[in-house]
């Protein structure tokens, strides 16, 4: 089965970059989504297609995949952006999977 | 996007079956698989099937295989999905998902909460 790796946590100052990691092998040869999801909220989508973001999503979230890694960034972090952020892929044998999540917990 | 508006909460005994309800608005019903995705508490999201608004097609992940039936009605732009032989490790938010190019969820329902207690 294809597994997504993330860190259960980011703690970041707010005006900071937040950096969220999600590690898959090769995962540089899928395309790599982003959902944030606030607390008793659905998941909202974020970045698709690894670097692009829906409308209505702020320049601030940005993403990029390389190698084995594949990064959600989130430019001068505000108290809104406070949420637990999920990567996504999909893959051939295994469908739709998505990473373990990391909360963002702006200090 | 598309709007979808799901079915209230339900509280279920161990055994029993529970069945999830996807409106959906405008006119892009059978256009795109609708998905279901649920989420246990304090936990991650995990996939759990798709189903054809137009033709009636299926794919279930294989984890739900044998438990799961997930069907639709065309003329209320209405997806179902029924869990059954609940057991407490089913207790989760479920949400249905539209998703884009077969890729990625663009549009998610406010979701449903399950619970299974005796």
């Known amino acids: 089965s294809y597994v997504l790796t993330q860190p259960p946590s980011v703690s970041v100052a707010p005006g900071q970059p937040a950096r969220i990691a999600c590690g898959g092998n090769?995962?540089?040869?899928?395309?790599v989504h982003w959902y944030q999801q606030k607390p008793g909220q659905a998941p909202v989508l974020v970045v698709y297609?690894?670097?692009d973001r829906p409308s209505g999503i702020p320049e601030r979230f940005s993403g990029s995949n390389s190698g084995n890694t594949a990064t959600l960034t989130i430019n001068r972090v505000e108290v809104g952006d406070e949420a637990d952020y999920y990567c996504?892929?999909?893959?051939?044998?295994?469908?739709?999977?998505f990473g373990s999540g990391t909360k963002v917990t702006v200090l | 996007q598309v709007q979808l508006v799901q079915s209230g909460a339900e509280v279920k005994k161990p055994g029993a079956s529970v069945k999830v309800s996807c409106k959906a608005s405008?006119?892009?019903?059978?256009?795109?698989?609708m998905h279901w995705v649920r989420q246990a508490p304090g936990q991650g999201l995990e996939w759990m099937g798709k189903?054809?608004?137009?033709?009636?097609?299926?794919r279930y992940a294989q984890r739900f295989q044998g438990r799961v039936t997930m069907t639709r009605d065309t003329s209320t732009s209405t997806v179902y999905m029924e869990l059954t032989s609940l057991r407490s490790e089913d207790t989760a938010v479920y949400y249905c998902?539209?998703?884009?190019?077969?890729?990625?969820?663009?549009?998610w329902g406010q979701g449903t909460l399950v619970t299974v207690s005796s």
């Open positions: 998902a539209r998703v884009l190019r077969g890729l990625y969820f663009d549009s």
């Open positions: 405008g006119n892009t019903f059978t256009r795109q698989y």
């Open positions: 189903i054809n608004p137009s033709d009636g097609d299926i």
């Open positions: 090769k995962i540089a040869d899928k395309s």
């Open positions: 297609d690894d670097k």
């Open positions: 996504q892929v999909w893959d051939y044998t295994n469908d739709y999977v």
